[in-house]
């Protein structure tokens, strides 16, 4: 017979491996199972004449502060999606072109987008992304 203990370290360990996971529907209305590993999303420079750029990124609970990124480099977030398939990063972008805020991460968005590796991408013309699904979006810089 199971001492009350045991049963609570048994509940404890099954609660913190389903925070893990999430189950998510494809477009064929089939059931998945995934498992949340760790997600990256890395933000590149590709503006022209060696401008840097500043990033300053947060979700709900978490900052992670303002960094300067160089020409030809890039800013790597990596983080765990949350059980409820909440997880949402929004970022502001200051370049010499101008000033942009859009949703870096969102898991209802990106789970199938982008899986774990997500890429953007910094230019004269604003922040893109683009996948191999063919899934893009651009955030152009504002106008004068």
């Known amino acids: ?5 045991n049963k609570h370290i048994i509940l404890l360990a099954l609660f913190i491996s389903l925070g893990e ?3 998510a529907f494809s477009s064929r209305d089939q059931t998945k199972f995934y498992i949340h590993s760790t997600v990256y999303v890395r933000v590149s420079n590709s503006l022209d004449d060696g ?22 480099q890039s800013y790597t977030l990596s983080f765990h999606p949350n059980f409820w398939g909440t997880t ?12 942009v805020e859009f949703v870096l991460y ?20 604003g922040v893109s992304s683009n996948t191999p699904g063919g899934f893009y979006f651009l955030y152009g810089w504002p106008k004068p």
């Open 21 to 23: 996971a999430t189950i």
């Open 51 to 72: 401008a840097e750029f500043t990033i300053h990124c947060k979700s709900k609970n978490d900052d992670v502060g303002t960094h300067v990124i160089p020409a030809g």
């Open 1 to 5: 017979n199971m001492s009350l203990t």
């Open 88 to 99: 949402l990063f929004f970022c502001g972008i200051t370049s010499p072109e101008g000033s």
């Open 106 to 125: 969102d898991f209802i968005r990106d789970f199938m987008r982008c899986e774990n590796e997500c890429d953007w991408t910094v230019s004269n013309m």
